[in-house]
């Protein structure tokens, strides 16, 4: 485990040196015009090139060079399936790592250094350890599932059936790629609005896909390990709106990256059933309400939604928060 969050942070350090230098990688390298009119010919894949450059600096890094080995062995595949399988791979691996550095992280800040001052001096249940469990089970099954949505987004931007941008000159600079991140934004937080709310409001959708989430519906049954503790459908049907959006509104690719993955530490921090008052952002404690209350604040990161459509519940001060 030591040697793996060891090299894990090696990756880590070197892909953030590689986006800030950018020079040492052939995709960032050269005339971005001329990178731009290639990609319009279809004579060149940045998005493909980048994935490969991950998956080779990824396994490599953290000794799983079995993996792609394994999967080169396989003739039912052909090349392209080959790459595409290797990629799910790596997101699996990568959202395990993630998932439990992240929630085992924030228990151990929660539950270990502020427990006192958090549970201890305000007479707060801590979560049942029979709570906890279930939680990791229902998640890491789930994962197998989670994994293939970059992989489903990858296959639609890489053959050109998005309006996913590599360059930010394809956009015409970065007022427009400002806007369109804004926008980009907005339309995903209505969507997973709506998608979420529709899981509460059709019974056949929340009794076999959403109920199971719900099943932690107490402030003392919410932990960092809840995240992505859903029903496989559950969790891709929520995140869907990162890539239909990418029909809609021009996205850009690291960028769009960047959310998937911030998504997963978002939700982590709103399944603590901690305090932060930052209104407009939909925090833990709005959150919290959703699950003891059910059909309150169904939006991701905003209150904006719950608002303008009535679904909004500002929770109540007590004296142990």
Known sequence: MVSISKNLRTFIAILLLSIVVGQTISFWQ???ASNIAKMKAGTYNPYREFNVWLNDIMYAHMHLNFIPNWINTLSIMDEHQKYYFTCYMRDLVAGTIVYWMTAGGWHIIIYKLFRKSLFDDKNRKLPSWDVIFHQMWLAQRSLLVYAMLPIISE?????????????????GGWTNYAICFVSYLSLVEICIYWMHRTLHTNKWLYNNI?????????KEMLTPWASIAFHPI?????????????FIIPMHYYTHMCMLFFTSMWATNIHDAM????EPIMGSKYHTVHHTHFVYNYGQFFTFCDQYWGTLRVPE?????
């Open 210 to 218: 959403h109920g199971p989430h719900h099943y932690y519906n107490k």
């Open 234 to 246: 559950d969790g891709m049907l929520q995140a869907s709106p990162y890539v239909v959006c990418l």
């Open 155 to 171: 296959i639609l931007i890489e053959n050109n059936l998005t309006k996913v941008y590599f360059y930010v000159e394809q956009i």
């Open 317 to 321: 001060r007590t004296k142990s928060d």
């Open 30 to 32: 050269g005339d971005v």
């Open 275 to 278: 305090w932060g008052y930052c």
